[in-house]
């Protein structure tokens, strides 16, 4: 039997006979803000159709409240609370309302399947499609505002406090949308959630607090559009007290922060199922 040097050998005849394949490399993980931005556009060339419907609806039911409510309260706090509480419901109506929906049929329809394909975090998915439905809510809750101030003769001077307003309170209902749609069981449930959700924002949101029985004054604290509408509704005084509207802004930004959390954990929830 002959001896063949080591070194004559071809590369591939040196390894042991089990020896499989090298692993190849796994590519690095998507990062958080270039995902986010991608599912954005995704989600705002896709809800682009049904934009005009979307904001007549949402417009024209948050106006059509107002206008009812001006035969109810007089043009004192009471109509601060109407303007403030219409307005925000806009936000609501979309970021609460459709989102549900939407995530219930995309458990229920398989869509969750293709984005746990995808190379993005959970995180991202949850906050790019709530901020393309929140951005469609801008424009009607400008409308909503202005038309309210004119019609109770409240100051149009600090509209500009709904530029923080509407993505806070929109973070904040949407992650509550989101979380409702994905841990639904059924996308039924999850429509009837979110209709529920908006008419809570809606009772809670519009009518003046001081008419309201304690016990739903305390339900009313729980609502995170409360503060939104708080935040708002303060700045129509003569000298608003701009340390409390700091404040409640930033208890609808802490807000919007858990629910977007645990939003990303029902998608992971759901995604492995």
């Given at each position: 039997m002959s001896v063949?040097?080591?070194?004559?050998?071809p590369d591939g005849a040196r390894s042991a006979p089990g020896a499989g394949p090298a692993a190849a490399e796994l590519a690095p993980a998507a990062r958080l803000w270039p995902s986010l931005a991608?599912?954005?556009?995704?989600?705002?060339?896709?809800?682009?159709?049904?934009?005009?419907?979307l904001l007549f609806v949402a417009t024209f039911q948050s106006i059509g409240i107002a206008v009812m409510m001006r035969g109810v309260v007089d043009n004192g706090f009471e109509a601060r609370s109407v303007v403030a509480g219409s307005s925000v419901l806009v936000v609501a109506f979309v970021a609460l309302n459709l989102l549900a929906q939407y995530?219930?049929?995309?458990?229920?329809?398989?869509?969750l399947d293709h984005y746990a394909t995808l190379?993005?975090?959970?995180a991202a998915v949850v906050l790019g499609a709530a901020a393309a439905y929140a951005s469609f809510t801008v424009p009607g809750t400008l409308v909503t505002a202005v038309f309210g101030c004119v019609l109770f003769g409240l100051p149009l001077s600090n509209l500009?406090?709904?530029?923080?307003?509407?993505?806070?309170?929109?973070?904040?209902?949407?992650?509550?949308g989101a979380a409702l749609g994905l841990l639904a069981p059924r996308p039924e449930l999850a429509t009837l959630l979110g209709q529920l959700g908006m008419?809570?924002?809606?009772?809670?949101?519009?009518?003046?607090a001081d008419r309201m029985p304690e016990i739903v004054r305390l339900a009313r604290d729980l609502l995170p559009s409360t503060y939104g509408v708080e935040a708002y509704a303060r700045t129509f005084g003569a000298h608003p007290d701009w340390a409390v509207v700091l404040a409640d802004l930033g208890v609808c930004a802490g807000v919007g922060?858990?629910?977007?959390?645990?939003?990303a954990w029902a998608y992971r929830r759901a995604a492995v199922r």
């Open positions: 063949v040097p080591a070194q004559v050998l991608a599912v954005y556009r995704a989600q705002l060339s896709r809800a682009r159709v049904a934009r005009i419907p995530f219930g049929q995309l458990r229920a329809g398989g869509g190379p993005v975090p959970p500009w406090v709904l530029l923080a307003v509407v993505p806070l309170a929109g973070a904040a209902l949407s992650g509550l008419s809570a924002a809606l009772l809670l949101g519009v009518l003046p922060v858990v629910s977007l959390a645990v939003a």
